[in-house]
């Protein structure tokens, strides 16, 4: 839609009544589906997806969305009916559509209880996450549920739980113990094998509370959790995306969502309770999943972190702006290449070189206004998960690699830059659960390579394994050496060099 309109009235169905083709999919039902972490990137994926799905078959798929503690977007959507406009960005245009999924909303930190009946409700067939790999609460080290954590100390001891895993652990005890239903957990987020991950950390969780074994009996039986592989880069909200929704439509929104028009879902088909026919609204469901996802992982979410720290580094707000650097594209393109397409088997069929080119055009998305400190926060729970096996196996075969130690040396000059080095406005703007950690390490650190030491012995990030690498950490060093003197460009010059020469060897 196009047209401008200069009165415009608040967001609501009445608000709708004469614009049904903004609107996607009919009024929502009952509840079917819990999903916890009510974001932006929630709200233009699953629940588009519903959405369009309920169009096509409608059922009682209704989508009760819990916030974790912000009140910000439950206000707005409580005030439009449950309402909030999509706005699909690019540089040909943007166009708007209305998901009319929700049926409600809840804040977990002002009533956990209310989360955990939420989830036990026998009518409820589905729980969906979308908490960011930092909410899962995994030790880094183990991969298991981070049992020294406060907050799972708190929920494992009976408190009200804080934790996502704490709250849907609890929730599966109280169906297990009354109606026995069987329920459905489908992580959304970008966590390697997340829905056997998810089991893993639930099971954890009621082994270390004294669960009943009759309730852990039943989980592992009833209660399926299918991995998925999600992408849509959604950027952070803005005042300008209302603004645009304002001239587009002529509605008042108070809690837009910014996406890119690509939109891809990969499900098992594992549920133990039924589904949406999410396959209606595009949903490829597949075996592979797992395939899909390292292909996610490191070839997106791998290069993208690369792209956030070179270009914040180098002084750009945006992806766009960092990506069209050339020395930023040339760094993303050998760390694809060299170090990430190798590491993985490719799902059936797949097209590596398409996917590449369709990546490129993405961030090349200028429309879109993707900020390089939004992608490069939590890089400590990130990297972990994208980093160590494929430099793992080139490290087997006695290659250094480079763009992967370029990588962790931007991450670590971003987050906890060495004394007297000012990485720059976006670069201090990334939020990271093991920043103050790591910056008392760089504190401490003498030279770049007693930091490097200290991150990987120490600093909780990676496993023990990579710290018994001396070539990998003498490479993050020089390269964090060579971003805090000469900059980021001359760091992945350097890396580029490297990698000519071992080419030529």
């Not at 991450?411 to 920043?435: E, K």
């Amino acid at each position: 839609m196009t047209t401008t309109t200069a009165a415009t009235r608040p967001l609501g169905r009445a608000a709708l009544a004469g614009s049904a083709d903004l609107l996607t999919g009919p009024p929502p039902g009952r509840t079917g589906i819990v999903h916890l972490g009510l974001g932006n990137f929630h709200r233009a994926h699953q629940a588009v997806y519903t959405a369009v799905a309920q169009g096509a078959e409608p059922g009682d798929w209704g989508i009760l969305g819990v916030a974790n503690r912000s009140r910000t977007v439950v206000d707005a959507l409580r005030a439009q009916d449950h309402l909030y406009s999509v706005l699909q960005l690019s540089p040909e245009g943007s166009r708007v559509s209305v998901p009319g999924v929700h049926t409600g909303t809840l804040v977990a930190a002002e009533d956990p209880h209310a989360v955990v009946a939420a989830i036990a409700d026998p009518a409820v067939r589905v729980v969906t996450l979308t908490v960011t790999e930092h909410g899962y609460r995994i030790a880094p080290r183990t991969g298991r549920l981070d049992l020294d954590a406060d907050d799972v100390r708190h929920d494992v001891r009976g408190g009200a739980p804080r934790t996502t895993v704490g709250q849907v652990a609890r929730a599966l005890e109280r169906r297990a113990l009354s109606h026995a239903a069987p329920l459905t957990v489908l992580s959304c987020d970008n966590v390697q094998a997340n829905g056997a991950t998810t089991r893993g950390l639930v099971l954890d969780f009621l082994a270390a509370a004294g669960a009943h074994p009759d309730v852990v009996d039943w989980v592992e039986r009833t209660v399926t959790f299918p991995n998925t592989m999600v992408d849509r880069i959604v950027p952070a909200s803005a005042p300008r995306y209302a603004a645009e929704v304002r001239r587009l439509t002529g509605l008042d929104d108070r809690a837009p969502v910014p996406a890119e028009p690509f939109s891809m879902w990969v499900v098992e088909d594992r549920f133990a309770a039924g589904r949406p026919a999410w396959e209606r609204a595009g949903a490829v469901f597949s075996d592979e999943v797992d395939a899909y996802e390292l292909v996610k992982l490191r070839l997106l979410n791998g290069t993208h972190s690369l792209i956030a720290y070179l270009g914040a580094l180098d002084g750009r707000a945006t992806i766009p702006d960092s990506r069209a650097q050339d020395f930023v594209e040339q760094a993303a393109r050998a760390v694809i290449a060299d170090e990430y397409l190798p590491s993985i088997e490719l799902p059936s069929g797949f097209d590596p070189e398409a996917y590449v080119d369709e990546l490129f055009a993405r961030w090349s998305n200028s429309a879109l206004g993707h900020r390089t400190s939004q992608v490069g926060s939590d890089g400590s729970v990130k990297l972990p998960q994208r980093v160590p096996e494929p430099a793992t196996r080139l490290l087997d075969r006695g290659v250094v690699p480079q763009h992967l130690a370029l990588t962790v040396a931007a991450w670590l000059c971003c987050v906890a830059p060495p004394d007297g080095f000012d990485p720059g406005p976006h670069a201090r703007a990334m939020a990271d659960p093991a920043a103050p950690r790591l910056a008392a390490l760089a504190r401490e650190a003498g030279t770049a390579r007693d930091l490097v030491e200290a991150v990987f012995r120490h600093g909780g990030v990676f496993g023990a394994d990579l710290a018994e690498r001396p070539d990998l950490l003498a490479r993050v060093a020089e390269y964090v050496d060579l971003i805090t003197t000469h900059g980021p460009r001359e760091a992945a010059a350097e890396a580029a060099r490297s990698r000519a020469a071992a080419r030529e060897a």
